[in-house]
Every structure is written in structure tokens, then in C-alpha cells.
């Protein structure tokens, strides 16, 4: 079974517009982590956050802010007022605390950005 | 500093080459990864060294062997590799295993012909 769920595959919005990008996951661990990451087209992941699971305070960096809801298993991606250097494709990650070497990552939803 | 870098940047090679990646941190981590890309997809994981021990091998095939002569360098050595393993090759590092986030490099784009 996909631990992490990304049902958005593809999103394309207007420059400026806000954008939210989807993460479900499932685990049976108490203690667990969860991560998002960019990957621009030249390749390289950059980490953008980690967030533990006894820690739903939503957080805000810049133009980004995610929303952690344990209730729902969702760990969402805001992006707003969108720029065309946003364009890249987004992973959600889930670590678990007794499988604790292994990223499960979402297959990726891909924004462009258009100017 | 933050960076994990790898070279080569670009590879081809035939299937009777013998290559190499290399991966390097400076960030005192003791846990480092390769991962494979294919194109539109995550990234897989397919060795963990912890403490320039392995400790994970995903089922990987014998022609992909990793090696990691000391905490801050990781190798890959390629054999009689297949097309199908063209592929973006990603290095990471993490503070330890567990919980910490990765830190990758900018991959290697392979091509097997």
C-alpha cells in the first residue's frame, strides 16, 4: 500500500496565484516525520521542511506555509501568490520511527508556474 | 555548509565499462544514501551506510556496488550495467539515521547505451 499519497500529478496556475499541494499518508507509528522537498528540472531535491507527528502547529516561511492535520493523515503545501521560479516537481515524505532509514516518498506533483 | 556534491555531473557508458559515482559531504554526517531516478518518478532508495557501515541494501543488483572509505565520501561503482539502469543517480546525507531530513546532492544523469 502507498504510505504517502499525492493525487495531484500535474497543476499548472497563473503567476501570483496561490497554490495548495496535496500530502496524505498513512502509518501505524505514533512517532514519525514528515518532510516535504522541491525538485527544480535541474534535478537536485531541496529540503524544505520537516515536521514531527507530535507537532500539528502550522507552519510559515516566506510565501510558503504548510497545514498539518493528524485528524485527516494530511500534510498540505501552501505556495502564495506563485512565481515562475516555483516551477518544479514537489515530493511529500513520511520517516517512521521503527523503519527509521527509509524515505516513503509520494510520486511528486509537478507545478508550472506561468508567467 | 549544506552541500552534498557528486561527480560526475553526466555520464555514458556502455554496457562493458567500468564507471564510477562519487559523493561527498562535509556536514559530519554519518548516514549517507543512493538513491535511483527514473524520469516522473520518486526517488528509490537503494543503499544506507550508517557510520561507513552498510546498512541497508535494497535488493540491488551485484553490478551497482557501493563502498564508503571514510564519513564523508561515498562511492558507487558500476559493472556490466543494463540500459534500463539509465537513470539520475542521487546521494544524501542525514545527521544519523532515523529521523533527520536528507540532504541531496545534484545527482548523476547515467546513460547506458
Known amino acids: 500500500a502507498q504510505k504517502v499519497t499525492q493525487a495531484q500529478t500535474e497543476i499548472s496556475v497563473v503567476e501570483k496565484e496561490d497554490v495548495t499541494l496535496d500530502c496524505v499518508y498513512e502509518t501505524r507509528d505514533t512517532t514519525y516525520y514528515l518532510f516535504w522537498y522541491k525538485q527544480p528540472p535541474s534535478g537536485e531535491l531541496v529540503f524544505l521542511i520537516r515536521r514531527n507527528s507530535f507537532d500539528e502547529q502550522n507552519e510559515i516561511s516566506g510565501r510558503y506555509s504548510w497545514n498539518f492535520q493528524k485528524s485527516t493523515s494530511s500534510f498540505n503545501f501552501t505556495i502564495t501568490a506563485s512565481q515562475v521560479v516555483d516551477s518544479a516537481v514537489y515530493f511529500c515524505a513520511l520517516s517512521e520511527a521503527h523503519t527509521g532509514n527509509q524515505f516513503y516518498f509520494g510520486t511528486g506533483t509537478s507545478l508550472t508556474v506561468i508567467p | 555548509d549544506t552541500e552534498v556534491t557528486q561527480t560526475p555531473k553526466h555520464l555514458v557508458m556502455g554496457m562493458t565499462n567500468k564507471k564510477s559515482l562519487k559523493c561527498e559531504q562535509h556536514m559530519g554526517h554519518r548516514a549517507m544514501y543512493w538513491y535511483k531516478q527514473k524520469a516522473k518518478k520518486p526517488p528509490e532508495l537503494m543503499f544506507v551506510y550508517s557510520y561507513e557501515k552498510l546498512s541497508i541494501n535494497e535488493s540491488v543488483p551485484s553490478r551497482f556496488s557501493p563502498e564508503c572509505p571514510n564519513s564523508s565520501l561515498l562511492n558507487l561503482h558500476l559493472h556490466a550495467l543494463q540500459p534500463e539502469d539509465s537513470a539520475l543517480y542521487l546521494c544524501?546525507?542525514?545527521?544519523?539515521?532515523?529521523?533527520?531530513?536528507?540532504?541531496f546532492g545534484p545527482g548523476t544523469r547515467l546513460t547506458v547505451l
Open positions: 544524501a546525507s542525514s545527521k544519523t539515521t532515523g529521523l533527520h531530513e536528507q540532504f
